[in-house]
């Protein structure tokens, strides 16, 4: 079963006008029947994500996402989860991280413009 490349932009679409979305960070990767682990405490919270243009069944983020600065150790960070609430809520989408990150106190976890893609190919 697939979707046309019009279904992938129409479901794209629909996602990013449904309501806002939040970026949550992992230190054990979430799966589709797994929670995964959160980061939790010292500073952290989700953040609202931005997305802009959908086209050729994917869309990113339009500004920077930007976190709080850490207030103790994070952990090292290895994955991204989209919720549909900025506490508690619903994992909607969910991915691995190029490369983890340590977060210690001070650090400042940023994904720039452009580099959180969703792609329904």
Do not use: C, H
């Amino acid at each position: 079963m697939s979707l046309t490349d019009y279904g992938e932009d129409l479901f794209l679409t629909n996602y990013k006008t449904g309501g806002t979305a939040y970026l949550g960070l992992f230190t054990l990767s979430p799966g589709e029947s797994t929670p995964g682990t959160e980061v939790s405490g010292n500073g952290y919270a989700r953040q609202a994500v931005t997305f802009g243009t959908v086209s050729g069944g994917s869309m990113s983020n339009s500004a920077d996402i930007e976190f709080d600065p850490a207030t103790g150790t994070w952990g090292t960070v290895n994955s991204w989860g989209l919720f549909d609430a900025s506490t508690g809520g619903n994992l909607v989408w969910y991915g691995a991280l190029d490369i983890g990150k340590t977060v210690t106190a001070g650090d400042i976890f940023r994904v720039a413009t452009g580099n959180l893609i969703l792609s329904m190919d």
